[in-house]
């Protein structure tokens, strides 16, 4: 009997009873699914936003970053920090906004301030596609987890299908509090697990962390500051840009913060967050260990970094909670992720192209599409050749096009009109696949040079997404110019007359606003 | 420093800073906390 398998089946039996658990007693309406009735204090939404942020990537991600191209991994560190920072102004902003109009989605929102159904469209289209990428990561690293703990009884493809079918039952049965219950206990594991073996393995095999650094400069000098050929510090830079600007652009980060009781709690949680991050730190350090004890893994494996290293260190037993802090990490954000695409999908382009169709019909029509995402994410997996954080960056450089529309809207009014917004939304993405799809390779496939060859190296490096962030922000700017006063942008206050947005039940939550 | 290449090091230690400068960006935001106080729990 597999020990380590059987643990991680535990794991998987408890989320799914807590799951079940949580929803018993409440009646599951779209918001009570989607946004927990908008009644969580700060400790959950902490849980919720930490639970989707420590991702697969992170937990296999990481380790395998480092593996692969060392100190350029330190990114991770940096992004999400600066990503907390810049959500202490952005989040009360967007909350302000959307609670009092019963606002579900991001796509609402841009519905909401750009008084314009079609760019509700293109923005879930563009949400929804980014996600599938993020989406088929998490499957990617629920089929490592699995196959590399059942020693290859069960092979990585046969994983992956279990994985999306998995995914797809827990998050029908639940909903929103399934994801922060089991976000609880996922955080108490992943967290002692990571600690443990971040300090462990490298005192372990090296007496000190400091002594293994030693040997890593001694074996591959430059290799754990920020000397890569390809992951420069201009690739660290503009990576790291690029993901902190789109961080809450994710439509399960932005809708996480809906479900927040108060805007109070942001900032609260703005404090917190950027320590949480520090477990990262310990990953990597795994990833370290790796390098040295575990050489040999070709340029698409360095995702097994860290379980390979753990299996050769590590009884089977304890593999095995390694194993279900991982798979905890991938149902979490993967839960929220099929959420929300679910979610974007039925109520922003089916209801936003038949903007007749009632309540059930969204409501069904929702949780119907649950397990079509999921297939779309396996289909992804599949298409392969991918690393893990090949698959988050492309998926951030997508998302990441809805920031300059989003960010003007909140800070000037008015100033980007709704063909401005479209226009600099449909270029930044067109230019994000133009490169995505021109050929590049996965070792490649997130800086310039990709593309456009010959280019002075601190171009070259650049990250492809904000070549497209940056084109985007120059049409946006121009279209608006050119078509200002033809299209006013919604930003009066709560009237009560919100048909497509009333809802019964919660009574509204006006608030008096200082002038 | 302690062991680790400096790059990380200097990564880390920001983060440790900017959790400290938010903390002290919140108790200086007393402007946004008192529109807030008829929601707090």
């Given at each position: ?105 991001q796509a609402?929102?841009f519905?909401?301030?750009y008084?314009s159904?079609s760019l509700g469209v293109i923005v879930s289209v563009v949400a929804v596609a980014a996600m599938?990428p ?104 503009s990576t790291?840009l690029l993901t902190a600007l789109g961080f809450y652009m994710w439509p399960?980060?932005f ?138 960056l492309l998926g951030y450089a997508l998302v990441t096009q809805l920031f300059p529309a989003l960010l003007w809207s ?5 100033f980007v009109t709704r063909p401005g917004a479209i226009a600099g939304i449909v270029v930044g993405v067109g230019v994000v696949a133009a490169m995505t799809f021109s050929?590049a390779?996965?070792?490649?496939s997130t800086t310039l040079?990709a593309l456009v ?9 650049l990250n492809l997404g904000v070549v497209a962030l940056g084109v985007n922000v120059v049409v946006t700017a121009a279209v608006s110019a050119g078509t ?32 | ?41």
């Amino acid at each position: 009997v597999n020990v380590a398998l059987l643990i991680i089946v535990a794991f998987l039996a408890l989320a799914v009873g807590l799951a079940l658990l949580a929803r018993r007693g409440r009646d599951m309406d779209l918001e009570q699914w989607t946004a927990g009735g908008r009644g969580f204090g700060a400790i959950f939404v902490f849980l919720l936003m930490a639970g989707e942020i420590y991702s697969t990537f992170t937990f296999l991600g990481g380790a395998g970053l480092v593996y692969g191209s060392g100190g350029a991994a330190y990114y991770i560190l940096g992004y999400g920090t600066l990503a907390y920072i810049l959500s202490y102004w952005l989040l009360p902003a967007v909350w302000r906004y959307c609670t009092p109009r019963k606002l579900l989605s991001q796509a609402d929102f841009f519905v909401a301030k750009y008084d314009s159904r079609s760019l509700g469209v293109i923005v879930s289209v563009v949400a929804v596609a980014a996600m599938i990428p993020y989406l088929a990561l998490q499957l990617k690293g629920l089929g490592i987890i699995v196959s590399s703990t059942s020693s290859g009884t069960i092979s990585a493809t046969a994983a992956v299908w279990i994985g999306a079918l998995v995914l797809s039952l827990y998050v029908v049965a639940s909903g929103i509090h399934g994801s922060a219950w089991t976000a609880a206990i996922k955080d108490v594991l992943t967290l002692s697990v990571v600690v443990f073996i971040g300090l462990y393995l490298p005192i372990h095999y090296f007496g000190s962390i400091g002594a293994m650094f030693h040997q890593v400069q001694e074996a591959k000098p430059g290799f754990a500051a920020l000397k890569g050929d390809q992951l420069s510090p201009v690739w660290f830079s503009s990576t790291v840009l690029l993901t902190a600007l789109g961080f809450y652009m994710w439509p399960h980060t932005f809708g996480s913060a809906l479900t927040a009781r108060n805007e109070d709690v942001f900032r609260r949680n703005a404090i917190f967050m950027p320590l949480y991050q520090l477990l990262i730190a310990f990953v990597l350090l795994v990833g370290f260990v790796a390098v040295l004890r575990l050489p040999g893994l070709g340029e698409s494996e360095t995702d097994l970094a860290l379980l390979g290293i753990s299996q050769r260190a590590f009884p089977d037993w304890f593999v095995g909670l390694i194993g279900s802090a991982g798979m905890l990490c991938a149902l979490v954000p993967g839960s929220m992720l099929l959420i929300a695409s679910a979610t974007i999908v039925a109520r922003n382009v089916y209801r936003g192209l038949n903007p007749h169709a009632s309540d059930a019909t969204v409501t069904t029509l929702t949780k119907l599409l649950v397990p079509v995402v999921a297939l779309g994410a396996v289909a992804f997996v599949f298409a392969g050749g991918q690393t893990i954080v090949t698959l988050l960056l492309l998926g951030y450089a997508l998302v990441t096009q809805l920031f300059p529309a989003l960010l003007w809207s909140l800070v000037r009014p008015g100033f980007v009109t709704r063909p401005g917004a479209i226009a600099g939304i449909v270029v930044g993405v067109g230019v994000v696949a133009a490169m995505t799809f021109s050929g590049a390779t996965p070792g490649s496939s997130t800086t310039l040079d990709a593309l456009v060859g010959g280019l002075p190296a601190w171009l070259a490096d650049l990250n492809l997404g904000v070549v497209a962030l940056g084109v985007n922000v120059v049409v946006t700017a121009a279209v608006s110019a050119g078509t200002r006063g033809s299209a006013p942008v919604d930003d009066r206050p709560v009237a009560a007359d919100e048909p497509r947005f009333a809802r019964t039940g919660e009574p509204a939550r006006q608030r008096v606003r200082q002038a | 420093v302690l062991g680790l290449p400096f790059a990380m090091f200097w990564v880390v230690m920001w983060v440790v800073v900017s959790a400290g400068l938010m903390a002290i960006v919140y108790r200086l935001d007393t402007r946004d906390r008192a529109r807030a106080g008829g929601d707090r729990r």
